[in-house]
C-alpha cells in the first residue's frame, strides 16, 4: 500500500522509490518490514527518505493515535521512542529514476 496518495512526480521517481527498493532487499533477504508510516513532504524528492524517518512516538503526537496499542506496554514504550537513522543512499538492484 505504499502508493495509496498521489505524489509528485519527482517524489515518486526519487525518494519513495528508493524507500520501495531498500524494503523490497530486507524482504528479499529473509527479513520482516513493518512501516508504520512515512512522513515524507509531496514536493521535489530530492533528499533520500531516510532523513524523514522520526519514531512512532512522534507520529503518534502529530496524528493523536496509539498505533502500537496492542503491543504489551514494556515492549512499546521501548519501540516507540526508537527511529533507525542508518544513512541509506541507494539500494543495489532498484534503480534510482
Do not use: F
Not at 515518486?12 to 513493518?34: C, D, F, M, P, V
Not at 531516510?50 to 519514531?55: C, D, I, K, L, Q
Amino acid at each position: 500500500m505504499t502508493n495509496i496518495v498521489p505524489q509528485a512526480p519527482r517524489l515518486n521517481r526519487g525518494s519513495w522509490n528508493q524507500l520501495e527498493g531498500y524494503t523490497r532487499k530486507l524482504i528479499e533477504g529473509g527479513n520482516e518490514a513493518y512501516i508504520l508510516a512515512v512522513w515524507v513532504p509531496n514536493t521535489t524528492g530530492e533528499q533520500s527518505w531516510s532523513s524523514y524517518r522520526v519514531s512512532v512516538d512522534e507520529i503518534e503526537s502529530k496524528t493523536g493515535y496509539d498505533l502500537l496499542a496492542n503491543v504489551p506496554d514494556a515492549v512499546e514504550l521501548v519501540i516507540e521512542k526508537q527511529a533507525d537513522k542508518v544513512m541509506v543512499l541507494a539500494v543495489e538492484g532498484y534503480p534510482v529514476w
